[in-house]
DNA sequence: ATTAGGAATAGGAACCATTCCTAATATATT
DNA sequence: AATATATTAGGAATGGTTCCTATTCCTAAT
């Protein structure tokens, strides 16, 4: 692993939100001034597709990148396009069961306002 | 409503699956030979702001427009890409009750093979 | 320490779906 | 028919992401 992937893997792992590709390169930039974007892109994508970190993607918003590897849902919300993490548990048994074909994968978006926006 | 608006609903109309606007764009040249994908996109755009069709929005992928204006959910073939329509009873009350906040909406999209595609 | 080979990078071009812009055209109103 | 209003065609612009390639970085063997 090189010192930019060691940074790149860093600093998902000691967030505990949910990041972008831009934000990840602001961060890193920090550590190693001259790194690109394509760079960041291409190890956040390593480290999704070998499992070490979790790619969220939604239409009409960029991707995001976060730690938690643990089965969850997402909520956006619609104001300010925070993410929240939560669980509904037996999600995935519940939709077995209610679907006729072997589900290999979900993903679950809930639309709604975040307490933040609420007491606005 | 212009005849070009009138095709193009027409065609969505008419469809009992999901096209995207390329799809649309090229259907609609059969009886406007010179319409343009601007002209498609904004008049599906109108008409899924007005509900009178609805958007499924994919990440990594184009946007699908359907006429089925029942409440119901999406999965999606991981080998052909095809698209099925599917009810889960009850799902929006099941959220809800395991959901601290009031739900807006949500989307659901399930990744499976489908049956044309299994027996390959 | 030096160097050769392979892997990773920076930077920007390319890509795709979609939206935006504007002059020209169609439609509606009087 | 004349004028006002809305819509269109066509292409440029956008945003997020991937691709391309010359350069740089690492590593391990000399």
């Given at each position: 692993m090189t010192k930019i992937q060691a940074s790149i893997f860093h600093i998902i792992s000691q967030s505990d939100g949910h990041l972008t590709a831009e934000q990840v390169l602001a961060l890193t930039k920090q550590i190693?001034?001259?790194?690109s974007l394509s760079t960041v892109y291409r190890n956040l994508n390593i480290f999704a597709d070998t499992g070490k970190i979790r790619r969220i993607q939604r239409p009409t918003s960029a991707d995001y990148y976060e730690r938690n590897l643990l089965p969850h849902d997402h909520a956006y919300?619609?104001?300010?396009g925070s993410i929240a993490d939560f669980k509904i548990s037996h999600l995935k048994e519940y939709l077995a069961q209610n679907f006729e074909h072997p589900i290999l994968s979900f993903e679950l978006l809930v639309n709604y306002v975040c307490p933040a926006c609420k007491n606005k």
């Open positions: 190693h001034p001259t790194v919300c619609v104001q300010c």
